[in-house]
């Protein structure tokens, strides 16, 4: 579900490969849940695509055969419920970004008050992934047959134990021993995926025809560094020999989860809303900057490594230097407009966890605050009249509270009160410190004087 760009530059690849290696008859149906335009994309072209690999060592090319068909969902909701409910069917992995999962606040893992699962949960066709999983899994149940695998690949907290939940919380409205059966014979186990895939761009089709002889609209692009922690755990132990190519198979995944969530992906929020307040379009254009290079270097040694557990054999300072020198790599075009997208869905894990962590314990903080700071002023210079907007679930409470707001005081007021994203955090206590670093750096452009005041 979700048969975008990174799950083609990723989990697609490593399913090729597991078969070149270990054998197996392994395909993948792809879903769209909203557009038809990868569809359109590869029907063209018998569902094959070229992967691009972009180094300064120069390009490579191979071509991705393992998916079989690709079908979008409002175009026949059902027939994507039989193919889920097929038995031959074992894994149904999700690549939907953090506001596919129509997440609650609170106790409840599920926005029961989400206009698409008040729809599924009155619908037997439905429009989100959580309805389509429980109705598919109902299915299954009714015909005796076992569950399939649920595999999250989003970059959210213990992702596969918050799908169970939103999964379940969705299932014991329908029928509570079908919930009670999700709970007890399904798996969800829990990922981390890494591999940086920018947004294809008329420039790479035409490089990658140039670079290959045939023209491919559905080209996707990678960096060649690759990463895969999986919990060994699946539906009688059904799944592809991904540990024969390179992915990790361990039984907790949170160190590398919560490393990779704060490391890299907060990071690349910083290189966000802080380069495109300095006006660069790119990660590797931002990072090149002196004055955000420091930056990022002080947040990853003094704050966001100091709330980490490292994983088992690793080295948080070799992790930040590996980190960089990929964030550098020229052949990467990831625009800072495409990370941008959602904040209010990412931040909460990426920057707003680690920070009120170091909060209570004592510890260094500023600049995750300056990250929060950026993404204010980030939010009010879209909520000028002719910008672009936020592409962001809550976009109109945020670009509102932003329009609102005569001064920083009654904008970092406004946004703290944006109940999606701060929910109950302390935000009186950083409120006073959000006011001063905007006032302090208004534009974000000269992070160098802000890195050399802090200190």
Same mark, same amino acid.
């Given at each position: 579900m979700?048969l975008?760009?990174?799950?083609r530059?990723h989990g697609?690849?490593?399913i090729? %490969?597991a =078969?070149?290696q +270990?054998g197996?008859d392994?395909?993948? $149906? @792809?879903v769209s849940?909203? +557009?038809?335009g990868?569809?359109d994309k590869?029907?063209?072209?018998?569902?094959?695509?070229?992967?691009?690999?972009l180094?300064?060592?120069?390009?490579? &090319?191979q071509?991705?055969?393992?998916? #079989?068909?690709v079908?979008?969902?409002?175009e026949?909701p059902?027939?994507?419920?039989?193919? =889920? *409910? *097929?038995?031959a069917?074992?894994?149904?992995?999700l #690549?939907?970004t953090?506001?596919?999962?129509? !997440?609650? @606040?609170?106790?409840a893992a599920?926005?029961? %008050?989400h206009?698409d699962?008040k729809h599924?949960l009155?619908?037997?066709?439905?429009? &989100?992934a959580?309805?389509f999983l429980a109705?598919?899994l109902?299915?299954?149940?009714?015909?005796g047959l076992?569950?399939f695998t649920?595999? +999250?690949?989003?970059?959210?907290? /213990?992702?596969?134990?918050? #799908? !169970?939940?939103?999964?379940?919380?969705?299932a014991?409205?329908?029928?509570?021993?079908?919930?009670?059966?999700?709970e007890t014979?399904?798996r969800?186990p829990?990922? =981390?995926?890494?591999?940086i895939?920018?947004?294809?761009?008329?420039?790479l089709?035409?490089?990658?025809?140039?670079?290959?002889?045939?023209?491919?609209?559905?080209?996707v692009?990678?960096?060649?560094?690759?990463?895969?922690?999986i919990?060994?755990?699946?539906?009688? &132990?059904?799944?592809p020999?991904?540990?024969a190519?390179?992915? %990790?198979?361990v039984?907790d995944v949170a160190?590398?989860e919560?490393m990779k969530l704060?490391?890299l992906n907060?990071?690349?929020s910083?290189?966000?809303?802080?380069?495109s307040?300095?006006?660069? %379009?790119t990660v590797?254009?931002a $990072?090149?900057?002196?004055?955000i290079?420091?930056?990022?270097?002080?947040?990853w040694?003094?704050?966001i490594?100091? /709330?980490?557990d490292?994983?088992?054999?690793t080295?948080?300072?070799d992790?930040a230097?590996q980190?960089k020198s990929?964030?550098q790599?020229?052949?990467i075009r990831?625009?800072?407009?495409?990370i /941008? =997208?959602?904040? /209010?869905?990412?931040?909460p894990q990426?920057?707003?966890a680690p920070?009120f962590e170091?909060l *209570?314990a004592?510890?260094?903080?500023?600049?995750?605050?300056?990250v929060?700071?950026a993404w204010?002023?980030?939010?009010?210079?879209? +909520?000028?009249d @002719?910008?672009?907007?936020?592409?962001?679930p809550?976009e109109k409470?945020l670009l509102?509270?932003a329009?609102?707001?005569?001064n920083? *005081?009654?904008?970092?007021?406004?946004?703290?009160?944006v109940?999606p994203?701060f929910?109950?955090?302390p935000t009186?206590? $950083?409120a006073g410190?959000l006011?001063?670093?905007?006032?302090?750096? @208004?534009?974000f452009?000269?992070?160098a004087?802000?890195?050399?005041?802090?200190?």
């Amino acid at each position: 579900m979700g048969l975008g760009a990174f799950f083609r530059a990723h989990g697609a690849i490593y399913i090729k %490969e597991a =078969m070149a290696q +270990s054998g197996g008859d392994w395909g993948v $149906i @792809g879903v769209s849940l909203r +557009s038809t335009g990868v569809r359109d994309k590869l029907a063209d072209q018998g569902c094959l695509y070229t992967a691009l690999e972009l180094s300064g060592l120069g390009l490579k &090319s191979q071509v991705v055969d393992v998916v #079989t068909s690709v079908l979008v969902a409002p175009e026949g909701p059902n027939a994507v419920l039989q193919e =889920m *409910a *097929a038995e031959a069917t074992r894994i149904v992995s999700l #690549t939907i970004t953090e506001k596919g999962y129509c !997440r609650g @606040g609170g106790d409840a893992a599920l926005d029961f %008050e989400h206009p698409d699962i008040k729809h599924d949960l009155q619908n037997l066709a439905p429009k &989100s992934a959580p309805g389509f999983l429980a109705r598919a899994l109902g299915m299954r149940w009714r015909q005796g047959l076992r569950p399939f695998t649920v595999l +999250s690949l989003d970059n959210l907290p /213990s992702n596969g134990q918050l #799908t !169970r939940q939103i999964v379940c919380e969705f299932a014991a409205q329908i029928d509570p021993d079908l919930a009670r059966w999700i709970e007890t014979e399904c798996r969800f186990p829990c990922n =981390m995926v890494d591999r940086i895939v920018p947004a294809a761009t008329k420039e790479l089709i035409d490089r990658a025809t140039s670079t290959t002889g045939y023209y491919d609209t559905a080209v996707v692009a990678h960096e060649p560094f690759r990463q895969w922690v999986i919990e060994d755990d699946f539906v009688d &132990s059904a799944r592809p020999d991904f540990e024969a190519v390179g992915a %990790e198979l361990v039984h907790d995944v949170a160190p590398f989860e919560h490393m990779k969530l704060r490391m890299l992906n907060g990071t690349h929020s910083a290189l966000a809303y802080i380069g495109s307040l300095a006006g660069y %379009e790119t990660v590797a254009e931002a $990072i090149r900057d002196e004055g955000i290079e420091k930056f990022i270097e002080a947040l990853w040694r003094e704050e966001i490594a100091t /709330s980490l557990d490292a994983p088992p054999d690793t080295d948080l300072n070799d992790y930040a230097a590996q980190l960089k020198s990929r964030y550098q790599n020229p052949e990467i075009r990831h625009l800072l407009e495409q990370i /941008s =997208m959602d904040g /209010s869905q990412k931040l909460p894990q990426r920057i707003l966890a680690p920070l009120f962590e170091n909060l *209570a314990a004592g510890k260094p903080y500023q600049r995750l605050l300056v990250v929060v700071a950026a993404w204010f002023r980030y939010i009010e210079s879209r +909520s000028k009249d @002719g910008q672009a907007g936020l592409n962001d679930p809550v976009e109109k409470q945020l670009l509102q509270a932003a329009r609102n707001a005569s001064n920083d *005081a009654e904008l970092v007021e406004r946004l703290l009160q944006v109940a999606p994203v701060f929910d109950d955090l302390p935000t009186h206590r $950083i409120a006073g410190a959000l006011v001063a670093i905007l006032g302090h750096v @208004g534009n974000f452009h000269d992070t160098a004087r802000l890195e050399g005041n802090r200190q």
